[in-house]
C-alpha cells in the first residue's frame, strides 16, 4: 500500500553521528545536529555539487517545519559554520500540517494520493461514499472528482477553486486529477486564503494516469475510500539560515530556497549545492565585498521565509549583485522510447537565467559556456516566477535561475534527475561570477 508520509526522515544514516527525536520538527530549542561535513577540495567542481544534491535530498522531504526542513537547516548552518562564515539561524513561527498519511482506495486498490495545501482531515475511519463529477449540480453525499481535461493547465491549476466550488455543493471531499507531463503527482504551493487556514473540505490530488480506475469507480457507482490524516500544529517553527563574511561597506547575497514539497533534488538540489559550493570558495577569496548568504524555508508557502529574512537584507543602494539560486539548475532532459523514459545528458527545456539589465552582460559573459540555459532581461521575467521577482520589484540589482524540470514538485523529483556532468558548468559559471564582480568593484 503506497503512502505518502512527512514528518519523518527517510533514513539519513549516511550523515548523522546521533539519532535525534520525532520532536525535531517542532520543538523551538532543538539540541545541535552533530553532522559530518567531509571537506572539499574543489567545493564548485561538478562532483562536489551532486554530492551536496545527493545529501539534500538524502534527508528526505523537504517541507517547512517538517524533520527534513530542520535537519536540513542545521547542516547548512554547519557547513557555513566550517567554512569560517559567521552563520545563525533565523526561526519564524508557522501553521503547519505535520506527519501526513493519505490514502486513497478505489476498486479495492490503493491509488497514490498527496493532500492539497493547507489540509482538511478526515477522521480515523476516513470517509466511505460514492464518487461524482465534479461539475454536478448537487455534491451532497458524494465525493467530488475533477477529471484531467476539467483541470487545466497543470501549472495554472486553481486547486483551492475548485475546493471552494466543490465544498459549496455540498462535497464529503474532492479529488483532483492534474494532467502534468511526468505522470506524477504534481503540487501546487500553498496560497492564499488557505495558507494559514485549512481548506473547507479534504483534498487529495492524484497523477492523471489514475483516472482510468476512479472514472471506471464512478460510472460503476462504487464507493470509495478516502482518508487525510496529520496534525496540525499551530505553532509550528522553520528556519532560515543566514551566513556573512564582513569586509566592506559594499554587498553581495547569494539565496536559495531550501524547502520544497518532496525530496527535490533536482528543483531545489542544484541550488542548494551552489550555494555551499560558493560559501566554500568564497570563504576562501580576499574580497572587499561583504557577502551575505541566505538559504530560506517555506517556499512552497508562498514563499515565507523570503519574507522574513528581508528584514535582514541589506539595504538596495548598499548590495552590487544578488545571485538568487532558484529552481531546477542542472536538471536533465528525458525522452520516451520503446524501452521506456530514458535521461538524457543535457539539460532541461525551460530552463532561464533572468538578469537585471544592469547586469545582463556580466550573466551571458559569466554563463556562456553553460549549454541549454537561456539568458534573458529581468525586463521578460514572468510575474509567478518565486522569489526572484519580490528582489526584482523592491529594487535589487538582481539575477537568477529559473526553471521547471520533468519531474519539479512530483515524488518524482531524487537525485538521478541530474549528475555531476550536468552541475559542474554551472560550477565553473558561478565563481566566473563573482571574480567579475570583484573586478568591476576594484578588488
Known amino acids: 500500500m503506497k503512502k505518502y508520509l512527512s514528518g519523518k526522515l527517510y533514513r539519513i544514516c549516511f550523515l548523522l553521528l546521533g539519532v535525534f527525536s520525532s520532536a525535531l520538527a517542532t520543538e523551538p530549542k532543538i539540541a545541535e545536529l552533530k553532522i559530518a561535513i567531509p571537506k572539499v577540495a574543489e567545493p564548485l567542481s561538478g562532483q562536489a555539487l551532486y554530492d551536496d544534491v545527493k545529501t539534500y535530498s538524502g534527508f528526505g522531504e523537504h517541507r517547512t517545519g517538517g524533520a527534513a526542513d530542520i535537519a536540513t537547516s542545521y547542516w547548512l548552518l554547519q557547513a557555513l559554520q566550517r567554512s569560517g562564515i559567521d552563520a545563525s539561524l533565523q526561526p519564524f513561527k508557522l501553521k503547519q500540517f505535520l506527519n501526513q498519511y493519505s490514502e486513497l482506495i478505489v476498486s479495492g486498490q490503493s491509488v497514490p494520493a498527496f493532500p492539497h495545501w493547507l489540509p482538511a482531515t478526515t477522521d480515523k475511519s476516513g470517509i466511505v461514499a460514492p464518487l461524482a463529477y465534479f461539475d454536478q449540480s448537487d455534491l451532497s453525499g458524494f465525493i467530488a472528482y475533477l477529471m484531467p481535461e476539467q483541470t487545466g493547465l497543470w501549472h495554472r491549476a486553481d486547486i483551492s477553486k475548485y475546493v471552494k466550488i466543490a465544498a459549496s455543493k455540498g462535497a464529503l471531499a474532492l479529488i483532483v486529477a492534474v494532467p502534468h507531463p511526468s505522470g506524477e503527482i504534481y503540487v501546487r504551493n500553498a496560497a492564499e486564503p488557505y495558507l494559514q487556514s485549512s481548506l473547507p473540505i479534504p483534498t487529495l490530488v492524484v497523477a492523471k494516469g489514475s483516472h482510468a ?75 572587499q565585498q561583504s557577502i551575505l548568504f541566505v538559504a530560506n524555508s517555506g517556499h512552497e508557502l508562498s514563499y515565507m521565509g523570503a519574507h522574513a529574512s528581508m528584514e535582514l537584507i ?29 535521461p538524457l545528458a543535457q539539460a532541461h527545456q525551460y530552463n532561464f537565467l533572468f538578469a537585471h539589465p544592469q547586469l545582463l552582460s556580466q550573466a551571458k559573459t559569466a554563463f556562456k559556456y553553460v549549454p541549454d540555459l537561456e539568458v534573458e532581461s529581468t525586463d521578460k521575467l514572468p510575474s509567478a516566477n518565486g522569489e526572484l521577482v519580490g528582489f526584482i520589484d523592491q529594487g535589487y540589482t538582481a539575477m537568477g535561475m529559473v526553471g521547471s524540470h520533468r519531474f519539479f514538485h512530483t515524488p518524482r523529483d531524487i537525485p538521478d534527475v541530474t549528475s555531476a556532468e550536468l552541475l559542474a558548468p554551472y560550477g565553473e559559471a558561478v565563481k566566473r561570477l563573482m571574480l567579475n564582480a570583484f573586478e568591476s568593484s576594484g578588488n
Open 314 to 342: 541589506p539595504d538596495s543602494k548598499d548590495v552590487d549583485l544578488w545571485l538568487h539560486l532558484g529552481a531546477s539548475i542542472g536538471a536533465r532532459s528525458w525522452q520516451q522510447s520503446e524501452h521506456g523514459l530514458q
Open 213 to 287: 480506475i476512479i472514472d471506471a469507480a464512478k460510472r460503476g457507482g462504487e464507493n470509495v475510500s478516502f482518508t487525510l490524516l496529520g496534525e496540525l500544529k499551530e505553532n509550528a517553527q522553520a528556519n532560515n539560515v543566514i551566513g556573512k563574511i564582513e569586509r566592506g561597506d559594499r554587498w553581495i547575497i547569494i539565496s536559495t530556497p531550501s524547502s520544497g514539497w518532496f525530496q527535490a533534488a533536482g528543483e531545489r538540489g542544484g541550488g542548494v549545492a551552489l550555494f555551499l559550493g560558493l560559501a566554500r570558495w568564497l570563504a576562501a577569496q580576499d574580497t
